[in-house]
């Protein structure tokens, strides 16, 4: 494996692409992840203005249905890059223009959203072919790096040569699916096919054929800072609700509350999120990796579904929402809940142990979320609803902040392994 040097070089010449030491200290996120990250805000972005529009209307199931595939995709692509480049990084002009490719194709896949969403709610066929296509472009750029890796790397030779096999099969398997043109539920088939294997692959070819040397204190930076830039929906769906009020009301109480509920919602969530130990059980125990990074689907996908709530909130409280006040909330409370869940059963899945203590902080967080609901629909406002919704993740950091991180130092003495003595 290679290690770093005091003095990395200042070209990007073209580097042997070997494994990275998984234990290289104070290995952080490059300027060139941030940049690819970006381009996420865009495919997010995408994905809940047109799950939003489909909401509004009261659309639920091609809402969910469009949704849950535009997340899936985006986020496994963004996850094979993740973690390939945690363990193969060069940063050299080869690694730097495959990336760019895999930019090209997020964006790509994001301008294939609209009509992929339209599709479902007409039903007939799901029109994929753009979004499968910037999908199978990022695919190709990541075989070009395995086949560079099984080049370079003798050590891990055979698993890069698996992963460009198995990956290309796969990618044949999409571009089958945009000529066919099938009906609705035979594409969604071979989806759950093809998604499947998609999933299912890298965990056999880690296990059976050789693991690949990521490092758990980036691969956890990494997923922390696309939960920043997801969460960056939420505040972009703040900013369109607190506009709807304006336009509407003006400056008042009202709009005070949707500022500040957004607000304290997204904060909140960030506050919660990062609670929870990653790094420090995935360098101990690196085969819960699957379980952490896969997990991770449920959290990206209910954080995005909260901006998107909170743009449908803004269709209502500018009067075009075909929707009434409570459906409208349930948008938001319903990905806020999504995200409770995740969050506990990814905790107590990554330590491996259960806590009864998280059980009445996960109950609590729910109440408040019923007690929102009942508010809005007893008459409350649309920025009281979205007030008392932001109170479900505080509840949750008062318990951690007062009792819950004494539970979580014992959690974490008991699943690590001693320290040796210094």
Known sequence: MSTPTAHPPLDHRLRRMVGRDP????????????????????????????????????????????????VFAICLAWINYSWLASAYDTDDAFFRIATMVQMLGVLVLALGLPPAFHSIDEGEHL?????????????VATIALWLRIARDDPAHRRSALTYATVVGIIQVGWVISIFINPSLPVMLGIFAVLGTLELVCPYVIERRVGGTPWHAHHIA??????????????????ILAISAVVEEQGWSVEAALVAFGGTLLAFAM????????????????????????????????????????LHVAAYEIGGVAHIGTVEALLTVVVPVAVFSVALFTLYSLLLRQFDPFHIWLFIGSIIILVIAVWAVAAGASMGTGIVLTALSPVVVIVGYETVGHRHQAAALERALPPRPPA
């Open 23 to 70: 234990n290289e200290p104070h290995r952080g996120a490059t300027p060139l992840e941030l940049l690819f990250d970006l381009t996420f805000v865009v495919a997010f972005s995408q994905a809940g203005a047109q799950a939003a529009h489909l909401l509004e209307l009261g659309h639920w199931g091609p809402a969910f249905l469009g949704f849950s595939i535009a």
């Open 270 to 309: 960030w506050w919660v999120y990062f609670t929870m130990p990653s790094a420090k059980i995935l360098t101990s125990f690196r085969e819960r990796g699957f379980t952490w990074g896969y997990g991770h689907f449920f959290i990206f996908g209910s954080l995005a579904a909260t901006g998107a709530g």
């Open 127 to 139: 029109d994929n072919g753009v979004m499968v296509a910037g999908y199978v472009i990022m695919r």
């Open 221 to 238: 930076e990494r997923y922390g800072l696309l939960v920043i830039i997801t969460l960056g929906e939420v505040v972009l769906g703040t």
